[in-house]
């Protein structure tokens, strides 16, 4: 620190230390933000002792000067807390919503296994129709049971038209 013109002034690295910063981040700070309190004095980058009323700096009582975080501190933990509460909300609703969603599931899954079983009773039982002994009662198409349909007649091949000029000649 250096005193010009009954000013207290600061080198940029000791502005660093008093903001609890690193010596690049001041410099940005100072090309940003405290560029009103900068002054160039024989060369060298000073800053106004004054800054420390525009970044909330507290002089402690033991000659070193600290940021005052605390109020910064006490609204990111309240902002956090807000956002917890909010986040919890949504969570029960979800899990509100998913017990609901398995209710509707189970009520689905008991309903049609209901139906299912109405539809076993609704359909007539399978008869099995036995060959009869005469050949002149079956019609020979199909197997015999009532269950399977009727096979299709068998068509006879028909020869190439190649084959059939092979043989003629």
Do not use: C
Request: avoid cysteine; hydrophobic fraction near 30%; aromatic fraction near 8%.
């Amino acid at each position: 620190m250096i005193t010009y013109e009954n000013k207290e002034y600061y080198t940029v690295p000791e502005v660093a230390k008093i903001l609890g910063i690193s010596n690049q981040a001041a410099y940005k700070k100072v090309q940003n933000s405290l560029s009103s309190f900068y002054k160039e004095i024989n060369g060298q980058k000073y800053i106004s002792a004054d800054f420390k009323m525009a970044t909330d700096v507290n002089h402690s009582p033991d000659n070193k000067f600290s940021v005052d975080k605390t109020n910064q501190s006490t609204e990111l933990i309240s902002a956090l807390k807000a956002h917890i509460t909010s986040l919890e909300k949504q969570n029960d609703n979800l899990n509100e919503q998913m017990n609901n969603l398995h209710k509707q599931i189970e009520q689905l899954t008991y309903a049609l296994v209901s139906e299912q079983q109405r539809v076993k009773e609704l359909l007539p039982p399978r008869v099995e129709v036995m060959k009869s002994e005469h050949p002149e009662q079956n019609s020979g198409k199909g197997s015999g049971t009532a269950s399977e349909p009727p096979q299709p007649e068998k068509k006879q091949k028909k020869k190439s038209f190649f084959l059939k000029k092979w043989k003629k000649d």
